[in-house]
């Protein structure tokens, strides 16, 4: 099968068959447009002609550029899905069958303290307080993404018909389009009835359907919109780590295990597929207790 063919058709493949979120289909789409181009260059444009040794070589060319491990592992990833479902498809071999993941850096995500995450909250009601919708809409933002630890991706797919302000849920539709149901708090709770009583009729527009949350046109408010939201927010805090919304489902899982939250309860409230995925927040809760230790005990 031509290469770039094979492409669009695994990419149609993600969407309507694994139900792929948007975002991961263009990042897998691109990883394999940048193979198809170093392809290119060996005079490769065909999925049978592919060995072992050109995934490699791609893998390889790409660490000596500077990549990072995550990056990498998340192409080998994208080698190994492809080649199989190429070779299911045009039934021929898998040369990535065999391909090695490198991996990835273990680092911490970051996550917010409790008093810096109330003075952000804080901030925020501030600069709301002069009814302006799109400040009345990020307070709702920020506290339902700190409250229930979703991803952005599934706070911007939000219909109104979603949330639940009775039972205190929200129905988000998660990776997979699996669909589940979050609970939230009473804070952010009265922050979206806000919004939605005093700020979102304001930014209402005949393109706003039934979408939650709205942009300054009056469309859904997309994802980009969030980030540079919670990363204006969070640069003046310290810590390292990315500062964008997934730093507050990092924030908000780190806060639940301290709490006492059971592991499986915050694996169900997140969406984790994998109790190991969840497990990277009890090493930050353990790193947070020695941080303390070594600052509070004298012997230390």
Same mark, same amino acid.
């Given at each position: 099968?031509?290469?770039?063919?094979?492409?669009?058709?695994?990419? /149609?493949?993600?969407?309507?068959?694994?139900?792929?979120?948007?975002?991961?289909?263009?990042?897998?789409?691109?990883?394999?447009?940048?193979?198809?181009?170093?392809?290119?260059?060996?005079?490769?444009?065909?999925?049978?002609?592919?060995?072992?040794?050109?995934?490699?070589?791609?893998?390889?060319?790409?660490?000596?550029?500077?990549?990072?491990?995550?990056?990498?592992?998340?192409?080998?990833?994208?080698?190994?899905?492809?080649?199989?479902?190429?070779?299911?498809?045009?039934?021929?071999?898998?040369?990535?069958?065999?391909?090695?993941?490198?991996?990835?850096?273990?680092?911490?995500?970051?996550?917010?303290?409790? /008093?810096?995450?109330?003075?952000?909250?804080?901030?925020?009601?501030?600069?709301?307080?002069?009814?302006?919708?799109?400040?009345?809409?990020?307070?709702?933002?920020?506290?339902?993404?700190?409250?229930?630890?979703?991803?952005?991706?599934?706070?911007?797919?939000?219909?109104?018909?979603?949330?639940?302000?009775?039972?205190?849920?929200?129905?988000?539709?998660?990776?997979?389009?699996? =669909?589940?149901?979050?609970?939230?708090?009473?804070?952010? !709770?009265?922050?979206?009835?806000?919004?939605?009583?005093? +700020?979102?009729?304001?930014?209402?527009?005949?393109?706003?359907? /039934?979408?939650?949350?709205?942009?300054?046109?009056?469309?859904?408010?997309?994802?980009?919109?969030?980030?540079?939201?919670?990363?204006?927010?969070?640069?003046?805090?310290? +810590?390292?780590?990315?500062? +964008?919304?997934?730093?507050?489902?990092?924030?908000?899982?780190?806060?639940?295990?301290? +709490?006492?939250?059971?592991?499986?309860?915050?694996? =169900?409230?997140?969406?984790?597929?994998?109790?190991?995925?969840?497990?990277?927040?009890?090493?930050?809760?353990? =790193?947070?207790?020695?941080?303390?230790?070594?600052?509070?005990?004298?012997? !230390?």
């Amino acid at each position: 099968m031509e290469l770039q063919r094979a492409i669009e058709a695994y990419s /149609a493949h993600l969407t309507v068959e694994r139900g792929y979120s948007p975002q991961t289909v263009r990042a897998y789409r691109s990883d394999l447009t940048g193979f198809a181009e170093f392809a290119a260059g060996r005079d490769i444009g065909d999925t049978r002609a592919i060995t072992l040794d050109l995934w490699r070589d791609w893998l390889w060319d790409a660490s000596q550029r500077g990549l990072s491990k995550a990056t990498l592992a998340r192409r080998s990833a994208t080698a190994k899905g492809f080649s199989a479902w190429a070779a299911r498809t045009d039934d021929g071999a898998d040369p990535a069958a065999r391909l090695k993941t490198p991996k990835s850096d273990k680092t911490l995500p970051r996550v917010i303290n409790r /008093a810096q995450i109330t003075e952000l909250l804080d901030i925020l009601a501030v600069r709301a307080a002069d009814g302006d919708p799109a400040r009345l809409r990020d307070v709702a933002v920020i506290e339902l993404l700190y409250a229930s630890g979703i991803r952005v991706s599934e706070l911007t797919g939000l219909d109104i018909d979603d949330a639940d302000l009775d039972r205190l849920t929200v129905r988000v539709l998660g990776k997979g389009s699996k =669909e589940r149901v979050v609970p939230f708090g009473v804070p952010a !709770a009265q922050a979206v009835v806000e919004y939605l009583s005093r +700020g979102r009729p304001k930014l209402a527009a005949a393109q706003s359907g /039934a979408a939650l949350f709205l942009g300054a046109r009056g469309a859904r408010l997309g994802t980009r919109a969030v980030y540079q939201l919670v990363a204006g927010l969070l640069a003046d805090l310290p +810590g390292t780590g990315p500062a +964008g919304p997934h730093a507050l489902r990092h924030t908000a899982a780190t806060h639940l295990l301290d +709490g006492g939250a059971d592991l499986r309860a915050v694996q =169900e409230l997140l969406g984790h597929a994998s109790l190991g995925t969840t497990q990277i927040y009890t090493h930050v809760s353990t =790193e947070r207790l020695k941080e303390s230790y070594r600052i509070a005990h004298p012997r !230390a």
